[in-house]
């Protein structure tokens, strides 16, 4: 089945630094979502984005709609150890389907 | 805090043999579905129900998968006869009537020897 494109698709970072990562489409999405997933677990909803251009902040975590819908970015501001995990972005289309990316998987060094 | 609950976490069986893994949505979500994640990818959708009936099965394998959700409450996944390639975390998701967030549970992770 498709997934969408994730970049990148794993990163080391210091902790205390600042992470960026995006998720990309071919096709027009009508609401964006971030999980995180940790080893073992179901994943885990961070941030839900419902309109073209929307900036939604949650705690360290901000993520915008892409203007064109087909794409999204997360960030996240102060790393700490505890973020370490792959981040999910999935787009939702017509009749609720949801597609998901491929994954970024970010660890944290201490 | 409500959430989606899954049972078996793990499984192990050996291919050829007969697998089912259960789901019980978050109370109140008439939308349910199964996904399947292979490791190191994102999940892929095997079906959605709205209450009891299936809205999407598409991708769902249906020589050996099937799913019900015979009371639109909670929901059963079977594999058989499990093969070496279904191997992967099985995890339903619930979602309420007029909202676009998905809730996953734990998930389900098979082995097939």
């Known amino acids: 089945g498709q997934q969408l494109n994730q970049s990148p698709q794993s990163m080391f970072i210091q902790e205390g630094e600042d992470v960026s990562m995006n998720c990309t489409s071919s096709?027009?999405?009508?609401?964006w979502l971030w999980y995180k997933q940790d080893p073992g677990e179901g994943p885990v909803l961070l941030i839900a984005l419902y309109k073209a251009g929307e900036l939604t902040s949650n705690g360290r975590l901000t993520a915008q709609f892409g203007i064109t819908r087909k794409d999204s970015f997360l960030n996240i501001s102060a790393s700490i150890p505890s973020d370490v995990g792959i981040y999910f972005c999935?787009?939702?289309?017509?009749?609720?389907?949801?597609?998901f990316g491929i994954g970024t998987k970010l660890q944290v060094i201490p | 805090e409500a959430e989606v609950a899954q049972s078996p976490r793990y499984k192990i069986t050996e291919k050829s043999q007969a697998v089912a893994f259960w789901c019980d949505p978050i109370s109140g979500h008439a939308t349910l579905y199964w996904y399947r994640q292979i490791l190191g990818q994102g999940p892929e959708l095997l079906v959605q129900f709205q209450d009891e009936s299936v809205v999407d099965d598409s991708q769902l394998p249906k020589d050996r998968f099937s799913a019900e959700r015979l009371k639109g409450v909670d929901s059963t996944l079977k594999i058989q006869p499990a093969e070496l390639g279904d191997s992967a975390m099985y995890l339903c998701?619930?979602?309420?009537?007029?909202?676009?967030?998905?809730?996953f549970g734990p998930g389900t992770r098979l082995l097939v020897l």
């Open positions: 999935a787009g939702l289309g017509g009749y609720q389907k949801v597609t």
């Open positions: 998701a619930s979602r309420r009537g007029g909202m676009e967030t998905q809730y």
């Open positions: 096709s027009i999405f009508n609401t």
